[in-house]
Nanobody, 126 residues
Framework: QVQLVEYGGGLVQAGGSLRLSCAAS????????VGWFRQAPGKEREFVAV????????IVADSVKGRFTISRDNAKNTGSLQMNSLKPEDTAVYYC???????????????????WGQGTQVTVSS
């Protein structure tokens, strides 16, 4: 019933930008925190960013701080990840995730999220 669908990925040159979106259905979007994670080939899943259910609190990983911005539009049941100054190291499958109960110490832990999208590929060429 719950569905999260990411879109907006693609191929971009280093230094370019992409905006990822996460369309949610089957849940009370305004009541979930929305996180973004990524997984590169041969690497573990990595936390990227999270936004609180009201949108007032945002946290981004140090590796993308200053380049990525997370946001949400509760009226449209959509989360977004704006990615600027992309680097080849950002190449990965990007996933959005949601959960009703994420504590402050759990926001970066993917195992704590109950709902996941299927991911969208982001490839950054050098």
């Amino acid at each position: 019933q719950v569905q999260l669908v990411e879109y907006g990925g693609g191929l971009v040159q280093a230094g370019g930008s992409l905006r990822l979106s996460c369309a949610a259905s089957g849940l009370t979007f305004r009541s979930v925190a929305v996180g973004w994670f990524r997984q590169a080939p041969g690497k573990e899943r990595e936390f990227v960013a999270v936004v609180s259910r009201g949108g007032s609190i945002t946290i981004v990983a140090d590796s993308v701080k200053g380049r990525f911005t997370i946001s949400r539009d509760n009226a449209k049941n959509t989360g977004s990840l704006q990615m600027n100054s992309l680097k080849p190291e950002d190449t990965a499958v990007y996933y959005c995730a949601a959960d009703y109960n994420i504590g402050t110490s759990q926001r970066s832990d993917g195992k704590k999220y109950d709902y996941w999208g299927q991911g969208t590929q982001v490839t950054v060429s050098s």
